[in-house]
């Protein structure tokens, strides 16, 4: 089939990887390398590798080339040594090269990845085949380093407190690595056998080489690293880190004449803690204590006209680290939907679900809930055990109010709450098979102002991962159960949320009650794969939700309700032929429907990614979806027969080792029987202009048609009435980033968005019968001799009477944005930092649907300011 569709695209194969060109033995055993203890006193840290101990300990040689031409040897020769104290384990890396002028070295900020050359250490402390701690210099001294997990997976928000230097000289470059055993995590042994591997990247060769190469068509990563044995007497350290900070900010803004929560100005100060506890040798406890996150970067500008809950992804330092353990996607495909999982960090400390009543006078703005404390436990035994708890405390917010009468109240907006998140799970056959239960739970102090939130959520359930077949095959899955409790209103809320829509008159299999204080449900998932193995790949599975399956208040979820069948297809080639150096070809299908068995989609996707010889990139795809029944389009009114269409979406990219690159996406969409279109495009240009100055500028525009945009539910004249309108919406955005850097330690990182949307309604309409054949007829026109139209304002008049029955108000819209952060960042010893923020936002709305983009811009950069500036500063104790 896929020779078939090759040909369909005019490729010819001869263009596409030579795919026997090179044999590799995949079955060879693991090298070994041995550290040898330094004595009497440790190597200096300073790049040179002049210590006696560089001539003692062995060489690691042989280093195998994974691209361009997997399997064969490296280009330039790489050499290595590992020595150790009691306290550090030191890697020594010589790096030869022909050509030492042409060495790339950027300057950027420490874990920002750079097209460099780079050295690249990993240790799999645990042995356990599945994690290991990666470490990266570049020659320019630029550190990064990352957490791998699952064999595949990497967490590069791990931050490890450790050494390195580089040189270069006419040979090449070198680097000497200090890795203090505290940061990594193993048992108490008299003997420790590590797993290890070593990394090097030639960027001007886009050469990267390895000491134990993990091969294209195989899977896993740290379960083909080689082992590192020779380390004795060393004790696991039970470290003490303690990250004392302090920070005051002021905020400056226009004030509002009469409002004393708008003066003009606000300062504040806070302090707090991280701590950072070795509680035995293989389980770390990690706190913080009333954090503060002023240096995180703004949420993006965005127009949402959905039902559901935008995702914004976590940026914040204490819940991003280390959170590989409590990692548990409950999601399939791409877009917004793969972002559902079981736990989400953002609902700790997020904006308060209540607000206040202003009595007619003035309210307090409260934008995010106080973060107590929070505290999370994890590690891995040396019986294979993977343990991990997480727990967080959040205040009570109330807002303050002044009434028209100059009294003054205070009203709760957030109880206090309490979150949990916990994992267990259990290795087998040296990390091939692993069994585990996950849990999450909140608890929430409800004051009687905010009974119609849910008291209590829990979840638990059952994961499992099973590789065979020379790990060529895999089965894995999950099964999860939910349950959450509240006053009736709470579970009334819960029943009539757009997760489900219980309340459909049409929905004939599910029970909905108003007296209801709990809610139960349950998910699961079965997938079986063919992963490895060869350059043909695939895939089956079934994804189901109950429909009160319910993980909100911890986790995101968009739907329920929903069971999904799918099948997936790969046809890759990895060496290089006579166009391209890599080619993707996949086919993806899928059918969904409601646990009351009406049809929710069939579809289909045929898409492609490469890279051609001169490191030129690009994809494209093609999607075809049946038309089906969408249970939420009406609100909670009779589920809709939503149309079919096709989309499709493409971009390429240029050689990101250039110090001019430029991209270009796109996509569009055009719904069956006119129901809609859509296009958006956007290029992507960046530009070194010096080896530690990189600016990225990424503007974009789209335009849609909708013709079934959902405005409102109104009752009149004795019936519900589901109000839709005919939307036409143009969105321009530009996000700009630039980051200079003038060390390694001291770094400016610069970001702006400007973000314009407006749309316009352009007819109004009721669905009269939503299952109809047709599109049209599922849909009741209002004419002229039906709609009222006065200073934008918009009704129905369903009788012809002359008087409103359906008020629509005037939904047109213009929304203007521009956000910024301005952050300057200086390490000034290790493993502390000074932070100096500035935050600019401004923005403004009104219901002028025509877009201008330059009365827009006009109108948005003579909107107020709100300007925020932040001084923070962290010191690192190692106790």
Known sequence: MTVALIALLGVPAALFAQQNSTQLNLSTAAPVATAVRAAPGAPVVDGRLDDPIWQAA???????????????????????RVAYTDDALYVAIRA???????????????????????????????????TAFVFFVNPAGVKRDSYLFDDNNEDDSWDAVWEVATTRDGEGWTAEFRIPFSQLRFPKRSEHQFGFNIYRKIARLNEEQFWRLPPKNQSGMVSRFGDLVGIERITPPRHVEVLPYAAAAGTFEPPEAGNPFRTGNEGRGRAGADLRVGVTSNLTLSATINPDFGQVEADPAVVNLTAFETFFPEKRPFFNEGLDVFRFPIALGDGDDANEQLFYTRRIGRAPHGSPDDRGGYAEDVTETTILGAAKLSGKTPSGWTVGLLGALT?????????????????????????????????????????????????????PALADLRSSAYAGGLKWSHRFRHDTYSVNGWLVGTSVQGSPEAIDETQRSSARYFQRPDNDYVTYDRTRTSLSGFAGQFIFNKHAGGNWRFGFGVDTRSPGFEVNDIGYQREADRTIQFTWLNRRWLQPGKLFRRFNLNFNQWTAWT???????????????YTLLNYWGGYFGINRESDGLTPGALRGGPAFLRPGGING???????????????LNGSFWRGDENAGWYYGWGPNVSWRPATNVDLRLSPSVSRNADRWQYLDTQDALGSTHYLFGELEQTTVNLTLRGNVTFTPDLSLQVYAQPFVASGDFTTFKQVSDPRAERFADRFDVFGTDRLIVQDGEVGADLDRNGQVD?????????YLSFRSNLVLRWEYLLGSTLFLVWQHGRGDSNHDGTFNLGSSLDQLFRSDARNTFVVKVNYWLSL
């Not at 042989?62 to 031409?69: A, E, G, I, L, V």
């Not at 979406?649 to 430029?662: E, M, N, P, Q, T």
């Not at 359906?806 to 213009?814: H, M």
Request: charged share 30%.
């Open 58 to 80: 062995p060489p690691i040689t042989d280093f195998t080339q994974r691209d361009p031409h997997e399997g064969q040897p490296a280009t330039e020769r790489t050499e290595a």
């Open 96 to 130: 030869y090269d022909s050509q030492p002028e042409a060495i790339v070295a950027q300057l950027t900020r420490r874990d920002e990845e750079s097209p460099s050359d780079w050295l690249v250490v990993g240790i799999d402390s645990y042995h356990d085949r599945r």
């Open 395 to 447: 205040a009570e917010e109330r807002a303050d109010v002044v009434d028209a009468a100059g009294a003054r109240f205070s009203d709760p907006v957030e109880p206090r709450s309490v979150y949990g998140a916990g994992r267990l799970a259990r290795d087998f056959r040296n990390g091939l098979t692993q069994i585990g239960v996950f849990g999450t739970a909140v608890d929430r102090s409800l004051p």
């Open 595 to 609: 646990y009351g068995w009406d049809r929710l989609a069939v579809g289909g996707n045929l898409n492609v990614n």
């Open 649 to 663: 979406w493409g971009g390429f990219y240029s050689d990101d080792r250039k110090a001019f690159r430029l991209g």
């Open 806 to 814: 359906l008020d629509l108000g005037n939904p047109d819209f213009s």
